[in-house]
Nanobody, 120 residues
Framework: QLQLVESGGGLVQPGGSLTLSCEASGRVFKFYTMGWYRQAPGKQRELVATMRADGDKDYADSVKGRFNISRDNAKEMMWLQMNAVHPDDTAVYYC??????????????WGPGTQVTVSS
């Protein structure tokens, strides 16, 4: 069973950068397509990036060209490099299972998430 813990969030100025980390455990990580989800206040959770186990990536239009998803299957780790952030990126970020092509397919148990706040 997959267990997930996100970290790396914080306060960042518009235009700045931040890297989020996802630590997974449960031995199934290497088989799953994984994704980064985010939920802004008053909004539904949305999937912004996915990465297949073989390395294929997809991004939502809102983050394409600014965010980069990466993973290390041996370490059961995943990252989201966030560049050129703007206030609309403010949200709690979660990692979870997904399907390629930005299809949401989370397991039932979510990690605690990590808060990203973009503000000057």
């Amino acid at each position: 069973q997959l267990q997930l813990v996100e970290s790396g969030g914080g306060l960042v100025q518009p235009g700045g950068s931040l890297t989020l980390s996802c630590e997974a455990s449960g031995r199934v990580f290497k088989f799953y397509t994984m994704g980064w989800y985010r939920q802004a206040p008053g909004k539904q959770r949305e999937l912004v990036a996915t990465m297949r186990a073989d390395g294929d990536k997809d991004y939502a239009d809102s983050v394409k060209g600014r965010f980069n998803i990466s993973r290390d299957n041996a370490k059961e780790m995943m990252w989201l490099q966030m560049n050129a952030v703007h206030p609309d990126d403010t949200a709690v970020y979660y990692c979870n299972r997904a399907l390629s092509g930005l299809v949401s397919a989370p397991i039932n148990t979510w990690g605690p998430g990590t808060q990203v706040t973009v503000s000057s």
